[in-house]
């Protein structure tokens, strides 16, 4: 257990769909990260929010949409997605945006687009 | 462009054997590293990390060495057990900046 929960843990939609991932921290921080993790790339930054604000957004189609509606909450909603869209979705929250030593990740909610 | 990447993608090692899992980063201008390991199913977790200013950390089991000069970062695992089996992975950071930048990944296994 890390602290960070993610929601759901297993994903399938059509490329038609609209659906949400879900993640939840109560280690107080007041960073929080959309990460993906595709087969054989690196981990790819996706949406930074500190205090609830988006202060990053890295170049991610607008089918990828996040939302913060407070510091223990985050949220990414998927809508027309492509099938290389299929990933590993790790949400991770810090202190703050410059304590990256204390990053804390949850599990990922893996998504398969068919 | 500028990234980290791993040598190998895979690493076998037998119960008990010293495992060392290599970085190369390209920006010179890194100054914080970290190392995670990755189970299966689970996010990336914090191992150990090291500043530009070292060459050496050591932690419990293990050690993280750095050569600025060729752009190098090891993690060393002493006396290594199954439940080191998971896929590691390097990050680094560069002074003033608040990204991360990661690697791809080595997939290490510990036979029995």
């Known amino acids: 257990e890390t602290g960070v929960t993610q929601t759901p843990r297993h994903l399938v939609m059509g490329m038609t769909n609209k659906k949400s991932l879900k993640c939840e921290q109560h280690?107080?921080?007041?960073?929080m990260y959309w990460y993906k993790q595709s087969a054989k790339k690196p981990l790819e930054l996706m949406f930074v929010?500190?205090?609830?604000?988006?202060?990053e957004n890295n170049s991610v189609p607008s089918r990828f949409s996040p939302e913060c509606p407070n510091s223990s909450h985050l949220f990414l909603h998927l809508h027309t997605l492509q099938p290389e869209d299929s990933a590993l979705y790790l949400c991770?929250?810090?202190?703050?945006?410059?304590?990256?030593?204390?990053?804390?990740f949850g599990e990922g909610s893996w998504l398969t687009v068919v | 462009g500028e990234s980290v990447g791993l040598h190998l993608p895979t690493l076998s090692v037998q119960e008990g054997d010293n495992s060392i899992i290599n970085c190369a980063y390209s920006?010179?201008?890194?100054?914080?590293f970290i190392w995670y390991k990755q189970e299966s199913g689970k996010g990336p977790q914090f191992i150990i990390d090291?500043?530009?200013?070292?060459d050496k950390r050591q932690g419990q089991r293990v050690t993280v060495l750095l050569n600025k000069t060729v752009k190098h970062l090891s993690l060393q695992i002493a006396a290594t057990q199954p439940g080191d089996s998971a896929v590691y992975f390097c990050?680094?950071?560069?002074?003033?900046?608040?990204?991360?930048?990661f690697g791809k990944g080595t997939k290490l296994t510990v036979n029995p």
């Open positions: 280690l107080g921080h007041n960073a």
């Open positions: 090291i500043r530009s200013n070292m």
């Open positions: 929010y500190s205090l609830e604000e988006r202060v």
């Open positions: 920006n010179s201008a890194s100054d914080y």
């Open positions: 991770a929250s810090t202190p703050s945006r410059n304590r990256l030593n204390t990053i804390y």
């Open positions: 990050a680094e950071n560069q002074g003033g900046s608040e990204k991360l930048v």
